[in-house]
Nanobody, 132 residues
Framework: QVQLVESGGDSVQAGGSLRLSCARTSREKHYAWCMGWFRQAPGKEREGVAAIDTLNRPTYSDSVKGRFTISKDGVNEDLLYLQLTSLKPEDTAMYYC????????????????????????WGQGTQVTVSS
């Protein structure tokens, strides 16, 4: 049983910052994980914005590169973060945490890292609203 719970979403003005968190719980340990952040705005498809693999190598979509940072907690690798800076109204969306586990190393090469079908587990989402 794997659960992902996101938090940290809020309403902010353009130019502001937020930090989203994703807490992963799993009864089974000793897996390697690939984690990703996706977002979905009303009427739009779900899009990947950031991903990180077992070796902590991040990847970003062009739309957020230089503004968002994905990271794992330095002590508890079951915690995932997404730091959002220089927010724009077009960043408004529900943000979802996603995960897939592997035995050994997990690495998702582009474009699989931003393909929702690559991920097995999903959180319920946290809303980010950016006003101009």
């Amino acid at each position: 049983q794997v659960q992902l719970v996101e938090s940290g979403g809020d309403s902010v003005q353009a130019g502001g910052s937020l930090r989203l968190s994703c807490a992963r719980t799993s009864r089974e340990k000793h897996y390697a994980w690939c984690m990703g952040w996706f977002r979905q705005a009303p009427g739009k498809e779900r899009e990947g914005v950031a991903a990180i693999d077992t070796l902590n190598r991040p990847t970003y979509s062009d739309s957020v590169k230089g503004r968002f940072t994905i990271s794992k907690d330095g002590v508890n690798e079951d915690l995932l973060y997404l730091q959002l800076t220089s927010l724009k109204p077009e960043d408004t969306a529900m943000y979802y945490c996603a995960a897939i586990r592997k035995v050994g190393l997990c690495r998702l090469a582009p474009p699989a890292n931003f393909d929702p079908s690559s991920y097995t587990y999903w959180g319920q989402g946290t809303q980010v609203t950016v006003s101009s």
